[in-house]
T-cell receptor, first 114, second 112 residues
Framework: QKEVEQDPGPLSVPEGAIVSLNCTYS??????FMWYRQYSRKGPELLMYTYSSGNKEDGRFTAQVDKSSKYISLFIRDSQPSDSATYLCAMSAAGGTSYGKLTFGQGTILTVHP | SQTIHQWPATLVQPVGSPLSLECTVE??????LYWYRQAAGRGLQLLFY??????ISSEVPQNLSASRPQDRQFILSSKKLLLSDSGFYLCAWNGGAPYEQYFGPGTRLTVT
């Protein structure tokens, strides 16, 4: 079993739709939960992060973490064609030898069509 | 501000040839540095990380090696490439907090 599971999609939605992206994980030591966006043939860029459980909102993006279920989500409201990219979840334990080492999901390919 | 560079951007190499990919970071000192590989349609796999000059940790046993000859320089090498080494190689540095990892533009390697 992989430490982080992410549905690779692809996911295709019309402009303006609400998008839900999800990851599950098995390692209870994970404390930091990140979402990266990667455009084609580019390096990933950090979109949002959440520490421990809870919600975090940034504009059209909302990240949720449910540590009891080992499940994280990213919601995109009013999706735009410019949101078309691969979305990668990533996780990290806090401190110790795991510090700064990220474990990534497979990535979900999202296409928002006009 | 901090900037991370990788070169070359694209590389096509025959099986059995050597490899050297370079990554440099500007605007910070003593960063943690990371090499990842991303196969087509896959997530990122951590290959090596370094917390200082000459300090390299390997995450996955394989045909590759890494070196850190200077504080802000990280090099990925191979003596003899395999077909399975093809992929998108990404260098990253850590900004201090566990979530603060920033990636370079990547090198797309095709082994033929």
């Amino acid at each position: 079993q992989k430490e982080v599971e992410q549905d690779p999609g692809p996911l295709s939605v019309p402009e303006g739709a609400i998008v839900s992206l999800n990851c599950t994980y098995s390692n209870s030591a994970f404390q930091y939960f990140m979402w990266y966006r990667q455009y084609s043939r580019k390096g990933p860029e950090l979109l949002m992060y959440t520490y421990s459980s809870g919600n975090k909102e940034d504009g059209r993006f909302t990240a949720q973490v449910d540590k009891s279920s080992k499940y994280i989500s990213l919601f995109i409201r009013d999706s735009q064609p410019s949101d078309s990219a691969t979305y990668l979840c990533a996780m990290s334990a806090a401190g110790g030898t795991s510090y700064g080492k990220l474990t990534f999901g497979q990535g979900t390919i999202l296409t928002v069509h006009p | 501000s901090q900037t991370i560079h990788q070169w070359p951007a694209t590389l096509v190499q025959p099986v059995g040839s050597p490899l050297s990919l370079e990554c440099t970071v500007e605007g910070t000192s003593n960063p943690n540095l990371y090499w990842y590989r991303q196969a087509a349609g896959r997530g990122l796999q951590l290959l090596f990380y370094s917390v200082g000059i000459g300090q390299i940790s390997s995450e996955v046993p394989q045909n590759l090696s890494a070196s850190r000859p200077q504080d802000r320089q990280f090099i990925l090498s191979s003596k003899k490439l395999l077909l399975s080494d093809s992929g998108f190689y990404l260098c990253a540095w850590n900004g201090g907090a566990p979530y603060e990892q920033y990636f370079g533009p990547g090198t797309r390697l095709t082994v033929t």
